[in-house]
């Protein structure tokens, strides 16, 4: 239910609060810079982001492909991943939908997902080992695992995304979900849990460094 003109920020529950006009008026719209959104999938042929879509830069590591918006059944995936992709880099002044944080971005999707699992192998590729990944300035990762499949994760998973790029010495930005937990922390099981002292001094109950992804 957005209107047609995406000239302001106020077409979009998103982005009024974030207080970006400024920087957008002086011309930081994150244009020369390319963002990797790693996760579920991209829907390439979105009206309001195509043309911000690096041609040929996408890659579905699952299926071996060039598609990530498609799984290899034919089946339409990464609803999660566009709607981020969207809330980054929507294209601006263009009379669809909302603008994005940064609608002068370059964007590439790389999908990992599958059935809700991801193989190590493909995340290390999608965060720089690939030849689609390698002009990548900023990794995105809004995604988490369920905690039964972090027990298995290897400690220096982290190390092995930074070593990454300072053997190519590159600068590149990993960047991290903080979690859904604003009011109340969802542990294993599904049950919830308030966070009193969280909520009295206006912070998320769920923070970065208590996503097991970020252990």
């Not at 002044?93 to 790389?110: E, Q, T």
Request: with cysteine; glycine share 10%; charged share 25%.
């Amino acid at each position: 239910n957005y209107p047609k003109d995406d000239t302001t920020y106020k077409t979009s529950h998103i982005t009024p609060s974030l207080v970006i006009n400024p920087a957008i008026n002086k011309g930081y719209t994150g244009k020369g810079v390319t963002v990797a959104i790693i996760g579920d999938g991209l829907d390439l042929e979105h009206r309001d982001l195509k043309d911000n879509l690096v041609d040929g830069g996408s890659w579905d590591f699952v299926d071996n492909d060039d598609n990530p918006g498609f799984n290899s059944n034919g089946k339409k995936v990464g609803n999660h991943s566009t709607k981020v992709a969207a809330v980054l880099g929507a294209v601006g002044w263009n009379n669809i939908g909302f603008r994005g944080v940064a609608p002068g971005v370059s964007i590439k999707g790389f999908r990992i997902f599958s059935n809700n699992n991801i193989s190590l192998a493909d995340e290390n590729m999608a965060n720089g080992y690939h030849q689609r990944a390698r002009d990548v300035d900023i990794i995105n990762m809004s995604y988490h695992e369920n905690r039964q499949y972090i027990t298995k994760l290897h400690k220096t998973r982290d190390f092995d995304f930074w070593r990454n790029s300072a053997l190519k010495q590159e600068k590149r930005v990993f960047v991290r979900p903080s979690g859904n937990g604003f009011r109340k922390l969802t542990l294993p099981g599904g049950r919830q849990k308030e966070c009193p002292l969280a909520s009295e001094y206006k912070l998320p109950c769920e923070t970065t460094t208590m996503d097991p992804i970020a252990d």
